[in-house]
């Protein structure tokens, strides 16, 4: 059966009730932008689903489709005239096609006649297409409970769609539906997962990555890019923001206890991240954090890094044993670019003994040797950006006319 056509279903509404419809335009516009590299292909509402017309585009548009947070399945379908002849036919061709990919034994027709000018109910015509399907393959049974092939048919104004696969979505919420955060990206296996799964959960994500290129060279950036480019399959519209933390780090392995090094990073990251997102108008940071993985990670030290975020810190991945994170991470289609060999800015300067258990007064009087705000102002300064659609290769966009060394941090919202 060659479709022309996709049914797209949704799943959870965020927040439920009254902002459904707010929720739909949101989805529509999201998979509108999913479907932006195939020309002539539409978004329509339909009662309870979208219609894709497909514009003579296949495969690859409906797993674009399948992309999108907030869908929860897609059904590659074939529109056919309301009429009962042409729906009965355009069954079997399912069936048959259907049945060329996987031996199925057992099937079931499901008509939805949300349009009541095709004569017949629903189960006259499911009992009469079903007829069809077993004359054209006699060995297949009807099982009308736990049917291995549902060959579907949904009656529409628009027409009528036969179909005969559910290709699951990822569900979600769509993403811009909750808000904007800041993903802090590194080139590790756990932050792009945390950042998928805050898209996963609305929020529309743009991600900072602090690099030391004159001490690890390029490698690690050009890694980080591949990885902003693997998401934004996953989202409207990606930005990476890649910010020199090398200056950082120097002022720290001049002046500090070696021992919090790795802390003193992080803690700076948190601090130029949330004036980043000001700037950006972020409302949150996320990291791929993890309870226990490394030793950055004690309950102390998250609490420690917690405490340089003046914005909330979401860190979906806290919970997540490794074995976890790295299937999604393979799922999501991350894996293979974060286990590259690159040179994160971490490594630089790297203590032997880092401090497991950080004191946030110690932390405080390493901290009071610096000005911090102008360390945050110059890696600010420096940041470079790039936006990626679709997968494709990223372009660098100029820093937008705004005087960012000046710009007024915007005030931390009310509590
Ligand atoms: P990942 O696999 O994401 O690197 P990790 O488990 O290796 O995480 P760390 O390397 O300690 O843990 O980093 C903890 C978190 O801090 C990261 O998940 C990321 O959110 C943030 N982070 C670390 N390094 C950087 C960096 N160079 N730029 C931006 N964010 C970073
Ligand atoms: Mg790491």
């Given at each position: 059966?060659i479709?022309?056509a996709?049914?797209?279903?949704?799943?959870?509404?965020?927040?439920?009730?009254g902002?459904?419809?707010?929720?739909?335009?949101?989805?529509?516009?999201?998979l509108?932008?999913?479907?932006?590299?195939?020309?002539?292909?539409e978004?329509?509402a339909?009662?309870?689903?979208?219609?894709?017309?497909?514009?003579?585009?296949?495969?690859?548009?409906?797993?674009?489709?399948?992309?999108?947070?907030?869908?929860?399945?897609?059904s590659?379908?074939?529109?056919?005239?309301?009429?009962p002849?042409?729906?009965?036919?355009?069954?079997?061709?399912?069936?048959?096609t259907?049945?060329a990919?996987?031996?199925h034994?057992?099937?079931?027709?499901?008509?939805?006649?949300?349009?009541?000018r095709?004569?017949?109910?629903?189960i006259?015509l499911?009992?009469?297409?079903?007829?069809?399907?077993?004359?054209r393959?006699?060995?297949?049974?009807?099982?009308?409970?736990?049917?291995?092939?549902?060959?579907?048919?949904?009656?529409?104004?628009?027409?009528?769609?036969?179909?005969?696969?559910?290709?699951p979505?990822?569900?979600?919420?769509?993403?811009?539906?909750?808000?904007?955060?800041?993903?802090l990206?590194?080139?590790?296996?756990?932050s792009?997962?945390?950042g998928?799964?805050?898209?996963k959960r609305?929020?529309?994500?743009?991600?900072?990555?602090?690099h030391?290129?004159?001490?690890?060279?390029?490698?690690?950036?050009?890694?980080?890019k591949?990885?902003?480019?693997?998401?934004?399959?996953?989202?409207?519209?990606?930005?990476?923001?890649?910010?020199?933390?090398?200056?950082?780090?120097?002022?720290?392995?001049?002046?500090?206890d070696?021992?919090?090094?790795?802390?003193?990073?992080?803690r700076?990251?948190?601090?130029?991240?949330?004036?980043?997102?000001?700037?950006?108008?972020?409302?949150?940071?996320?990291?791929?954090?993890?309870?226990?993985?490394v030793?950055?990670?004690?309950?102390?030290?998250?609490?420690?890094?917690?405490?340089?975020?003046?914005?909330?810190?979401?860190?979906p991945?806290?919970?997540?044993?490794?074995?976890?994170?790295?299937?999604?991470?393979?799922?999501?289609?991350?894996?293979?670019?974060?286990?590259?060999?690159?040179?994160?800015?971490c490594?630089?300067?790297?203590?032997?003994?880092?401090?497991?258990?950080?004191?946030?007064?110690?932390?405080?009087?390493?901290?009071?040797q610096?000005?911090l705000?102008?360390?945050?102002?110059?890696?600010?300064?420096?940041?470079?950006?790039?936006?990626?659609?679709?997968?494709?290769?990223?372009?660098?966009?100029?820093?937008?006319?705004?005087?960012?060394?000046?710009?007024?941090?915007?005030?931390?919202?009310?509590?």
């Open positions: 059966m479709f022309d996709a049914l797209v279903r949704w799943g959870e509404i965020g927040l439920k009730g902002n459904r419809p707010e929720f739909l335009d949101r989805l529509a516009r999201n509108r932008h999913a479907l932006q590299p195939w020309p002539g292909a978004v329509i339909l009662g309870g689903r979208f219609l894709v017309g497909l514009g003579g585009h296949g495969s690859d548009a409906v797993a674009a489709l399948t992309r999108v947070f907030g869908v929860t399945s897609v590659p379908a074939r529109r056919v005239a309301l009429d002849a042409a729906l009965i036919a355009a069954c079997v061709d399912a069936a048959t259907a049945l990919a996987t031996a034994r057992t099937f079931r027709v499901k008509v939805n006649r949300a349009d009541k095709i004569a017949g109910t629903s006259e499911e009992r009469a297409a079903g007829a069809a399907v077993l004359a393959h006699p060995a297949l049974k009807v099982s009308l409970e736990h049917p291995e092939l549902v060959v579907g048919a949904d009656l529409r104004e628009e027409g009528a769609f036969v179909y005969h696969e559910r290709r979505g990822p569900g979600g919420l769509p993403v811009g539906s909750l808000g904007r955060a800041l993903l990206l590194s080139g590790g296996i756990d792009p997962v945390a998928w799964l805050a898209l609305g929020l529309r994500l743009e991600a900072a990555f602090f030391a290129a004159e001490f690890t060279g390029h490698a690690a950036a050009e890694k980080v591949e990885l902003a480019r693997a998401l934004s399959r996953w989202s409207p519209r990606f930005a990476l923001h890649l910010l020199p933390f090398g200056p950082v780090q120097l002022a720290i392995k001049e002046r500090c070696p021992g919090y090094r790795t802390l003193l990073y992080r700076m990251m948190h601090r130029i991240a949330v004036r980043l997102a000001r700037l950006e108008r972020q409302q949150a940071l996320i990291s791929g954090d993890n309870l226990g993985q030793a950055s990670q004690t309950l102390e030290n998250l609490a420690l890094t917690a405490a340089a975020s003046e914005l909330p810190l979401l860190r991945l806290l919970t997540y044993d490794k074995e976890e994170t790295i299937a999604l991470a393979k799922r999501i289609g991350t894996f293979e670019l974060s286990i590259r060999p690159a040179l994160d800015c490594t630089v300067f790297q203590p032997p003994r880092p401090r497991i258990r950080g004191d946030a007064e110690e932390i405080a009087a390493e901290e009071s610096f000005d705000e102008a360390l945050a102002t110059t890696a600010l300064a420096g940041r470079e950006i790039w936006v990626f659609h679709h997968g494709q290769e990223g372009r660098r966009i100029e820093l937008r006319d705004r005087e960012l060394t000046a710009a007024p941090p915007v005030p931390p919202a009310e509590a």
